[in-house]
């Protein structure tokens, strides 16, 4: 909440800014020479050189301020605190002190050395924001007095300030890039970092998991064993249920849709289908968990199966249902694609529609179908609602689609929602298992993307 | 297209010989035909799958939740005993109304009610359980607007229990045998007394919309829910929005053709289609772990929201920016005024429309995302109603998930009922982006 004070209070400066400049020069602009550039441009020239040290000065200060603050808390613990303690343990002496500084719970309570900690660290804060607002509002002010000064008539200001927006531009289509570079860089370090502790053959090949780790040497039962197989194949099986009900009757929508409906028809069919794709996965999740698994479980009975409540089937038939549109969507547009002198064509060898679009219009489109379903196989895997909620938590190597299986997401949510030991395995593995579903789904889009472009006839 | 679909007959070739006609009856053809009408059934049904499912769902959910939206009440005559809450006489002191056992007055009540059940002690358990476990807190806040209520006997209306409100929707069937249901026939034969009486009546549920969550599924609302979605969704647009609009101007008006260009489009590409989760992870591993900032913040959550929403704000504002037509810019490069100025003055007001529609598709699949924020821990139970934007908080659809993870029968009315407000605002924002493309898109 301070900082968002500081940041008004640097809008209402840069505000500021704009007026005065903009008034200046047009006061200069009275005089002899006429203006380079527009008043505004002076106001905004002005206006940049106040928002973006400041803004500068503010970022860097939220980045260092707690470090600095942190190690000199440290430093000011009676000497023998922190000597010989490992690294978590401090992190958790930390959290105790910030902890009984914000007032919350903190496990230690009482200790005289954490009280007069959280009373120096709220000191601390206190000075560290006083310290920020002033060396931000120096910053800002500095900019105004300096802006002000350079204000001519022939100062090329629109230049100054068309660059600056530029720069500004170019920064913000970085994010993507800082974005990926962020996903990766996480990624592959708490991965790398679970490697050292769980082999890397025995998490591509292990057939066992269960990551429960003993927090103390004498419990039971819980040797954690990280072999990514059964999530791998439960990912597979849910995703291959989805596929069967997504691609037939995503596909079969999409041709009907595209050859033999009418305008009219097409009108309430097609919003419908982007309805059903804008609904959220929770709630397919709830359907999926509370309808259809029920459902399923007992139809299941009445004809003497064994159905698990969290049978793979419930979770990949929802599934399919949410990937429909996608699928349909995506081959409305290649069959759409198909020219019209196909079609034509073959019409006139006297072949009906069925066959017209049998043999003409989806080997043409094939490219583009094929596309469509890896897409769909990719967002199928990387889902997480429907399985979190319908399907099941323990790993169950297995291809029977009535048992209950669990997923890579499954396993991460469960991994790190609710209390995490920092740096355990357990935690780490979940972060493997991301880069796993990262690469996996990205290799699928690159794929999608390469069958697209290599096999598309061009008929122009 | 036209009825092409009929072969037409060919003429007897001249000079050809044999001459071949075209077999126009007969089961051939006749098979044909049948062919082509079982595919266009096929066609047809996939349709009709589509739609079934989302009638069943809508309809299931709608069938589930609708009835969370009423509450039943019963009438009960509440002595305000002097005894209970000012037991050292003197003038009634608001500290004490605080402390006071509002408990007791509810319970005297109900034993008042039904003397017979007074004897057994179990027998009097179940009677306390006919009403909402919090209906004492209903009698304090009465009591702490009106002081002058001590000492006066009025009847009050407070929730019944969760079961009993239950079975007054219809969810408990009475046919069933006792064991089996989750009322008592003595409970059964109370409701129903009060029933006759008059004393029992179903209101609009208001704190479904003003109150917090909470454990009891009677007193849990969404409204704690709805403010960490609005503040999630306000960071999530002051972030995505500018950003987003501003790299799609830069990559559609002033990007050189090439390598970086290349490097950042196939970027955009592919973030469109990592899974959601993966960003929940990054906010994990960079917002909390690295720059340290609060778990369960709305201030994390909307920035991971933002950073997910970001590829469908640029690719959507590049095709509206794509749509002006160049005739606009030249124009105005040929007045003199400089790309910035083409941009800003005369494209980007133009491209608007379409950019407006593409952020609120945007904002309406952040809006409905989950899983992302599971991982920055915006999934604990939290009752406070959020104040800021660094407070913890949780969203509609981890609400929703939430509720649909406990046990208590009576959440599973809520959890529809939450369903179906986050629909509701859904279809409100697609709407509006229909309306805006609808009223404002120009065609050249």
Redo the contacts between chains.
Sequence with gaps: ?QT?IVILALTGLALIGYMTGRGRSLVLARGVTPLHSLPSYHGLYVAFWVGIPALLVLVLWL?IE?RIIEWIVLDGLPSGTVDGLAADRVGLLLNDIRNTASGNIASQKDNPVIEAAATQLNNLRAIGFVLMAVSCAIAGTGGLVLAQRRIAPGLRA?NSV?RT??I???L??????L??V??VL??V??SWRFFTKVPIWDFLFGLDWSPQTALRADQVGSSGAFGAVPLIAGTMLITFIAMMVAA??????A???A??ADPRFRAV?KP??E??A??????????A???VAPAIRGWGESIGLSVSSESALAAGVVMG?MI??FV?SLSDDVINAVP?SL??GS??L?????????SVIIPAALPGIVGAVL?AV??A?????IV??AAGLAANLTINPLEAVTTV?VQ??TL??GDQEFDSAKTLS??AL?LM??VI??AL?VIA?YVVRKYREKYD | MTDAATPTPVGPSPGASPIRRPVLSGPHLRRRYAAERRFRLYGLASIAVAGLMLLLLVGSIWQKGHSAFWQTYVEITVTFSEGVLNPDGGPVDHHELERADYLSLVRDALKEQFPEATGDRRLRRQLYGIVSTNADFALRRMVLDDPSLVGQRRPVWVKLSDDLDSLAKGHIRRDLPESDRRVSDIELGWYDVLDKAGRIESRFNVDLFTAGDSREPVEAGIYGALIGSILTMTITLLVSFPVGVMAAVYLEEFAPRNRLTDVIEVNINNLAAVPSIVFGLLGLAVFLNFFGLPRSAPLVGGLVLALMTLPTIIIASRSALKAVPPSIREAAFGLGASPLQVVTHHVLPLAMPGILTGTIIGMAQALGETAPLLMIGMVAFIVDIPQGFTDPATVLPVQIYLWADSPERAFVERTSAAILVLLGFLVLMNAVAVLLRKRFERRW
């Design positions: 909440m968002m980045v707690p629109r068309e927006i530029h500004i531009l170019i913000s289509s970085m994010i993507a890039i974005t990926t962020g996903i996480s990624l370090f708490e037939p009757v995503g596909l079969m929508s041709i009907y849709m050859e033999y069919a419908m289908l309805i059903l804008g609904i959220p996965t929770v709630v397919y999740g709830f359907f968990a509370l309808t249902i429909i549109p349909s019209q079609r034509d019409y006139a006297g072949a009906t529609r069925s066959e017209t679009i049998t897409l990719s967002r895997i990387g889902e997480t609602m979190v909620m997401t991460i949510v790190l929602v979940a972060f991301g579903l990262f789904t990205l889009n993307l």
